[in-house]
């Protein structure tokens, strides 16, 4: 497979984009299915990340792992980017060790910095909210007054408008 179609896809990403996940996963299994082009791998990642969109997390992890094994002879800043996003996962599941050796790996794909997709300041708000859903509710388990939120509303806003001025932000 050419390195420069390795994530593109001329399929689904109209579900995708309008967060119809279920019927990219359908489809996007079908053309895994029947797949003579070589286009699995990419079919494989948007599906785990239609899967990640669902919290269907070990199903997600599985089409990342079959991403890596197809491409394991692949070391490209793309492949830092599954790790990413198996990473990310991880955490979700609670696999704090594979997790943070998802760091590693993204290290070893690549000998320059991965280009990690940017965040704007919706994707942020989703990555701070896990804050409060896993980490504060699931670990700690502890849910915050009505006062306590609006603190932490505010500050996640503040995070957000901080983060949002830097031209590039690499957030794990």
């Not at 003579?36 to 785990?48: E, F, M, S």
């Not at 990413?84 to 594979?98: H, I, K, Q, S, T």
């Amino acid at each position: 497979m050419q390195e420069d179609t390795f994530f593109i896809l001329p399929w689904d990403l109209v579900y995708y984009d309008s967060e119809n996940y279920t019927a990219a996963i359908r489809d996007l299994t079908k053309v895994i299915e029947v797949d003579q082009k070589g286009n699995v791998v990419p079919a494989l990642y948007i599906r785990a990340q239609c899967k990640n969109r669902l919290e269907d997390y070990r199903g997600a992890l599985i089409d990342y792992n079959t991403v890596l094994l197809i491409s394991a002879e692949n070391k490209s800043e793309k492949l830092a980017v599954v790790y990413l996003d198996r990473g990310r996962v991880n955490v979700f599941l609670e696999n704090y060790n594979e997790a943070e050796q998802e760091l590693l790996k993204i290290q070893q794909a690549t000998s320059k910095v991965p280009s990690i997709p940017l965040h704007d300041a919706i994707k942020l708000s989703e990555e701070l909210a896990l804050f409060e859903q896993w980490f504060l509710n699931n670990m700690l388990d502890y849910q915050p007054s009505a006062d306590e939120k609006i603190l932490l509303d505010d500050f996640f806003k503040f995070l957000i408008s901080n983060a949002t001025i830097h031209t590039k932000l690499i957030w794990f």
